[in-house]
């Protein structure tokens, strides 16, 4: 029996399954923590079994896509930012100020890395580039997201000691990413010669892996959403608004991207790679910031909309990839 149109297919039903769950059974405590291990274990897994299909040549020509990269790099840091000042006529108005500044918090934040090279590799983009590009806007952004934040969210200057803790926990940062993304990519790519026949004749087990990467993150994202005080602390009518908001924003920019992608004669590879790292913002990477760049009662408002994108980001994304995965596959030419 033909699935009807307007009925989702199997994967955006489980998505949101997932945030159904997470809302009425959020991971809290211990369980939570376990479950964010294994996140980051099965994320790196899934590095692991990418590298390892990807030749030095893709590596290196991904590495080399500096024009794939600019265009990211300017999604990220100039093109969100533009948008959340000048539609600051339509967008303020459906939020409370504190939520506004949050706004442009959000816009300023660098892309997210586990996310966005998964979806590539559901869509079947160009995985070395998404790997490459993904994590420099992370890398950069631990620098270059507070001082966009003190230009355009608060006037005063970050004092000293602030500062301070800023860059300890830029370190720690940076020293996660090699964590989680850095090493099992190099290792994937020296396993390559034992590993790559293997999962060359497991390309359905390794889809099943990517998708199911993405539900854990999208619980667990949401799970600490939802316990953070998601659904209580926020009315009902600005949330509204804010889901409105972070609808504008991401419709735009997943529209330039695409457009742009097009006009400048990119593959539809690179093309994927650019429409998913360009359209991302970090919730792994905003939360610390915040923290530290703001106090305690200010947090919260500057957090919550990066919460709000950062689901939505994932729902709508993971619906993209699924189409652009069901697109025919192109023989190479011989």
Not at 163 to 181: E, F, K, V
Not at 191 to 220: M, N
């Amino acid at each position: 029996m033909t699935r009807p149109r307007f009925v989702p297919d199997n994967y955006a039903m489980a998505l949101f399954g997932m945030v159904l769950l997470a809302s009425m059974l959020p991971a809290q405590g211990l369980f939570a923590r376990v479950l964010e291990t294994i996140t980051a274990c099965a994320i790196a897994c899934l590095f692991f079994l990418h590298e390892a299909r990807l030749s030095r040549q893709a590596i290196t020509a991904g590495i080399m896509h500096w024009r794939l990269h600019l265009l990211i790099f300017l999604s990220t840091f100039a093109l969100f930012p533009l948008l959340g000042v000048a539609l600051r006529p339509l967008l303020q108005p459906l939020v409370t100020p504190d939520l506004y500044r949050g706004v442009l918090y959000l816009c300023v934040m660098p892309a997210t890395v586990q996310s966005a090279i998964a979806f590539t590799a559901v869509a079947r983009g160009n995985i070395a580039a998404a790997v490459c590009s993904a994590s420099a806007s992370t890398l950069l952004g631990i620098f270059i997201s507070p001082l966009l934040v003190d230009w355009l969210v608060m006037p005063q200057t970050v004092n000293a000691a602030t500062g301070a803790s800023a860059a300890h926990d830029a370190w720690n940062h940076i020293g996660t990413i090699m964590l989680q993304l850095l090493l099992p990519f190099a290792l994937g790519h020296l396993s390559r010669p034992l590993t790559a026949k293997w999962i060359a004749q497991r390309a359905h087990f390794i889809r099943f892996f990517d998708q199911g990467s993405i539900l854990l993150v999208v619980y667990t994202a949401f799970s600490a959403a939802v316990a953070g005080g998601l659904w209580r602390d926020t009315p009902l009518r600005a949330l509204a608004g804010l889901l409105g908001v972070c609808i504008v924003l991401l419709a735009v920019v997943l529209y330039a991207t695409t457009q742009l992608a097009r006009r400048l004669r990119f593959s539809e590879e690179d093309e994927i790679a650019i429409v998913f790292c360009g359209s991302k913002k970090s919730l792994a990477s905003g939360v610390p910031m915040a923290k530290v760049l703001f106090p305690p009662a200010v947090a919260g408002p500057m957090v919550l909309p990066l919460l709000v994108f950062h689901q939505l980001q994932l729902m709508v994304c993971a619906v993209l990839a699924a189409r652009y995965s069901r697109r025919p596959k192109q023989e190479p030419i011989s």
